[in-house]
T-cell receptor, first 115, second 118 residues
Framework: GQQVMQIPQYQHVQEGEDFTTYCNSS?????IQWYKQRPGGHPVFLIQ?????EVKKQKRLTFQFGEAKKNSSLHITATQTTDVGTYFC???????????????FGQGTILTVHP | GAVVSQHPSWVICKSGTSVKIECRSL??????MFWYRQFPKQSLMLMAT?????????EQGVEKDKFLINHASLTLSTLTVTSAHPEDSSFYIC??????????????FGPGTRLTVL
């Protein structure tokens, strides 16, 4: 079945440093979504990328979707303590058949930010 | 908007008993709901996809007779862990997608249910 690999598993940064997490899928994705889960919380949707080579920005966050639609990255510029949490990528399959647009989550990257 | 609740938030039960977890979309209708299991500091593993009015679609390796899913209405899906054992202890999270939206739209997650089986 579809597998989504995410690295690194952990990232410790000093406040103000940049942070990047990477996702790679074993198969071509129809779309990729990114979620953030704060400690003790539940995943919260950040963004979705659909087009090949797409780049989207949300303030200090930059999301990219690879040309082959098999990889993606999330880059945070000048991290803040509020960025702490686990960032998950989730790859989507075509919604045909019985997949109903289900997502396969990467392992997540746990980000800690030292003030 | 787009709030999903789960009940209970935590439950402790004895081995061999059954536990029902409810997932509700509070301010929207959800044709499709998903049930995930998450181990500490690990990813979300999709267990099954629940569609209103039809049978759930289970992922490979998930026992449908052990994890019973019922999606009786557009705002409620339930997961029943039957004859629970200590290895079923985990964090169960549901998510919902708005009815009438693309299958590629975002999922809204509930706060999760912590199940501990003694």
């Amino acid at each position: 079945g579809q597998q989504v690999m995410q690295i690194p598993q952990y990232q410790h940064v000093q406040e103000g440093e940049d942070f990047t997490t990477y996702c790679n899928s074993s198969t071509t994705l129809s779309n990729i979504q990114w979620y953030k889960q704060r400690p003790g919380g539940h995943p919260v949707f950040l963004i979705q990328l659909v087009k090949s080579g797409e780049v989207k920005k949300q303030k200090r966050l930059t999301f990219q979707f690879g040309e082959a639609k098999k990889n993606s990255s999330l880059h945070i510029t000048a991290t803040q303590t509020t960025d702490v949490g686990t960032y998950f990528c989730a790859g989507g399959q075509n919604a045909g058949g019985t997949s109903y647009g289900k997502l396969t989550f990467g392992q997540g990257t746990i980000l800690t930010v030292h003030p | 908007g787009a709030v999903v609740s789960q009940h209970p938030s935590w439950v402790i039960c004895k081995s061999g008993t059954s536990v029902k977890i409810e997932c509700r979309s509070l301010d929207f209708q959800a044709t499709t709901m998903f049930w995930y299991r998450q181990f500490p500091k690990q990813s979300l593993m999709l267990m099954a996809t629940s569609n209103e009015g039809s049978k759930a679609t289970y992922e490979q390796g998930v026992e449908k007779d052990k994890f019973l899913i019922n999606h009786a209405s557009l705002t409620l899906s339930t997961l029943t862990v039957t004859s629970a054992h200590p290895e079923d202890s985990s964090f169960y999270i549901c998510s919902a997608r708005r009815a009438g939206t693309s299958a590629y739209n975002e999922q809204f997650f509930g706060p999760g249910t912590r199940l501990t089986v003694l």
